[in-house]
């Protein structure tokens, strides 16, 4: 018999990018955002994030802007594969509190901020059913029986693949109007970066006719296999589990500048990369996915923000933001175990798998109604640049596009709420290999709730 290895393959960078934005990085991080979209020359208070210098255009004193999400997920994975007992596997991802809670106090001619939320995203995804890779290779083994001259018609068995990724960020810094017209900042951000995943493979049965078991019931598959004495084998295809946990934390400094005359701003920021290294904590390792102890890069890259705001007339205002992630230039390692050897294995540099990064566009427009409501509407193009390469069960990353709606009313002069609703459509994307093509497509909803309040 030809010796099969089963791969309980899963890669280390689970992603949980919970919307548009770069292959790490999340654009979505307040509710004035969702409803509108292009907030890169913001001037109210979820600026803090966005445009940290346009806050050179505050109001005096303390203003706080407070923000949740409520986000919905679902990745598809399609595979072709004959062999398998269904072709689709479904992972569904909830969050049901994304925050964003950003402070600026105005003195002077200077703004002190703070700002918490999580900029490169956050979120749990379970895939019930398991994945296509932990079910490919099994569902070849009736065929490689057969082949072999013992017949076997049909396989199961049961899988099931969890993770949860986030990175909150701690942002700080200080904005100098140097005059009317122009605004400086400069700044620090902390991530801290945590993830856990949690999986397994067991129960593998299949239904082999031989003299052991002549009606070919299902049975075991590891039984088979020591029945015959491939020892390997029947190790090979035992119940895995997996159970493990990674911390990294980082920082990296902001710069922004903010240029106004009337009622048009023009902006630019820019974060630095972020390096942080993972270390595993592992408690149930299947087949060396995550050795105990092990420390693995996963930076979130440097990001470019260029943008302008303008009134079209009184009520109408445009906004247009350009975003640059510099993905090429971080570092986003992989542990790949060696399937011959239990203790083995390699780091793949997974950057070296994007083109140039990825290029954000968007655009909004909002129209106040009365001098208390406005109502908003904005789109946003990401165009990413990863290699088929790239793509894998785990992390998959497509070009989409987004649309937001919603609207803000000003109850007093103080207080402000922010109510918005946002689609994405992704694009799907196939890799093909020898065996089978494999297709990714998802979808993902966000309403979201903010308040402005100057104190």
Not at 247 to 269: D, E
Not at 400 to 414: E, I, K, P, V
Request: glycine letters at 10%; charged letters at 15%; proline letters at 4%.
């Amino acid at each position: 018999m030809k010796k099969f290895i089963f791969v309980f393959c899963i890669l280390p960078c689970m992603i949980m990018q919970v919307k548009a934005g770069g292959l790490v990085t999340n654009s979505n991080q307040s509710a004035t955002y969702v409803r509108m979209l292009a907030r890169g020359a913001a001037t109210s208070g979820d600026a803090v994030y966005y445009n940290p210098a346009g806050l050179m255009a505050l109001d005096q004193g303390l203003n706080v802007s407070l923000n949740s999400q409520m986000i919905w997920m679902k990745r598809t994975l399609t595979n072709d594969l004959p062999t398998l007992n269904n072709s689709e596997f479904i992972g569904k991802l909830y969050v049901p509190v994304f925050p964003g809670v950003y402070a600026a106090y105005k003195t002077g001619n200077w703004a002190f901020s703070l700002g918490f939320n999580p900029p490169a995203g956050g979120g749990s995804v379970k895939f019930a059913d398991g994945l296509p890779m932990l079910e490919t290779d099994v569902s070849l083994i009736p065929t490689l029986l057969t082949g072999q001259g013992v017949p076997t018609t049909a396989y199961s068995m049961q899988s099931m693949m969890e993770g949860t990724s986030i990175v909150y960020g701690v942002q700080a810094g200080a904005t100098y109007s140097i005059n009317d017209m122009l605004g400086v900042f400069g700044g620090i951000r902390m991530s801290f970066a945590r993830n856990s995943y949690e999986g397994y493979v067991k129960d593998i049965k299949i239904n082999p006719k031989f003299p052991g078991n002549p009606n070919g019931d299902m049975m075991p598959a590891s039984a088979f296999f020591q029945l015959i004495g491939n020892e390997a084998m029947a190790a090979a295809i035992s119940d895995q589990s997996l159970d493990v946990s990674q911390k990294g934390n980082g920082v990296a400094p902001i710069l922004g500048l903010h240029f106004r005359v009337n009622s048009l701003n023009l902006s630019a920021k820019y974060e630095f990369r972020t390096k942080i290294t993972l270390t595993n904590d592992t408690k149930q390792n299947a087949m060396n996915m995550y050795p105990n102890g092990q420390e693995l890069r996963s930076d979130v890259p440097a990001l470019l923000s260029i943008a302008g705001s303008y009134d079209i007339v009184s009520t109408v205002k445009l906004s247009i933001t350009y975003l640059h992630h510099f993905e090429p230039q971080a570092t986003l390692e992989s542990w790949v175990p060696n399937v011959s050897d239990p203790n083995g294995g390699y780091i793949v540099q997974r950057q070296d798998l994007v083109d140039r990064g990825t290029n954000e566009y968007m655009a909004g427009l909002e129209w106040k109604l009365t001098d208390k409501l406005l109502i908003s509407a904005g789109c946003q193009w990401s165009d990413v640049s990863v290699s088929k390469a790239w793509q894998n069960d785990i992390t998959q990353n497509m070009d989409n596009f987004s649309l937001g709606l919603g609207a803000a009313y000003q109850f007093t002069d103080r207080l402000t709420l922010n109510l918005g609703g946002m689609y994405s459509w992704y694009d799907s994307s196939s890799v093909t290999t020898a065996l089978y093509t494999q297709t990714y497509a998802r979808t993902s909803q966000v309403v979201a709730i903010g308040v402005d309040y100057r104190f």
